[in-house]
């Protein structure tokens, strides 16, 4: 009887969700390929006003190991309504490819957008990302990296820069080097799929009796050693559950401590960076990342 309960609300849920998203707001350009891989897909909204358009890019989490571009597009109108075109970028996954891949597909994305940009309206110079967990790491990593344009390329999508003007970010991991956030975290980070598979193990032990050999992805594709005092603004929001060590790998690898961790390199440098994490973190301008976003994107 339970199965058949199931079954019956199954059927009834569905149509109705396939009418919902039917009436909600269409891209201006659907699972458009920006690279050579069929992950290497992205959907673009057009926002309406006077002049070149500035741009949030969502980059989705799930370890690198899952997950999906597509959201409830109470998140993205807010943004439309104010004149900020949006974009949302699907990338390889881990089991598929092992870093560098999901990073460098996302950093391609935006340079194959800014290669659009006179034909979508965009505004080169007002581009923001957005992202949480394994997004939220990859959206730091673009906004505090080197630019990766390369000017001689004869691919002309390479020629275009990966800078952008913020990020801001949600439960993001700021190094995913298992010998820095053991110590930070506790072992129970360590548990997570998401460090060992970003290297191409089967499991963590694996990753670190062959910790040599990816010692220099680890270090490469940990934000937190990308950033200088000269990087754009960023904002990162976290839950604020402070225990530690970290209680399980769910919590550890989205513990508030790789924000403050962030944070205090930021202020050390002098480098614009929020923190917010409910009763423990806030900052002086910015209550939300959709104030900060807006704020960085219109002014």
Known sequence: MPRLIAFLLLAVTVPTFAADAAKGIKPTHAELSYGPHKMNVLDFYKAEGDGPRPLLVYIHGGGWIGGDKKRGEASFKPFLDKGISYAAVNYRLTGEASLPAPVHDAARAIQ???????????????IALTGGSAGACTSMWILLHDDLADP???????????RVTAAAVAGGQTSIDPKVIEPWLGPNVLKHNMINMAVGERTIADALANYEKHRKLYIEFSPYNHLTDDDPPLLMTYGNNMKLPSENAGHGIHHPVYG????EKADKCGHECHLLIKGVSESDKYTSANEFLMDKLLN
Do not use: C, H, Y
Not at 112 to 125: L, T, V, Y
Not at 260 to 263: A, C, E, G
């Open 112 to 126: 194959f957008i800014r290669s659009k940009a006179k034909e979508w309206n965009i505004d080169k110079k007002r």
């Open 152 to 162: 001689k390329a004869d691919d002309l999508v390479q020629r275009e820069s990966t």
């Open 260 to 263: 403050v961790k962030m944070k």
